[in-house]
């Protein structure tokens, strides 16, 4: 069997308002059909706090919601100027699809290294 890490993963889609938004300033590139199904069908993966239930993920997500959705903006555009005013909770939801897992296995024998300079 495989070991649990002490950690909830959670997924991070993004949704047509994020895709439109990233056409938008990614405008230079004018990106195709294929290359936005293609780079939009990925997700992102953060790892949380443990936790042993939904509830306590929600507000878990609650409270880093936001750096997520800057980290996720980030991606596109180091123009602060060009991300999107209302940046609420109900916006990140409505511009990105949330999947979580409360049981995370390892199945990997290395250790788990963290990059400190970005922290």
Known sequence: MYPTVNRTLVLIKPKKPFIDWAKYVDNENELSDELIEETFSEYSAYLMKDVD????????????????????????????SEWPQKRSYEVFKEWFEII???TIFDTDTTLLVRDLDLL
């Open 100 to 102: 979580s897992s409360l």
């Open 53 to 80: 239930d939904e509830d306590e993920l929600e507000k878990i997500i609650r409270k880093q919601y936001s750096k997520i959705f800057e980290n996720e903006l980030a991606g596109w555009s180091q123009d602060e």
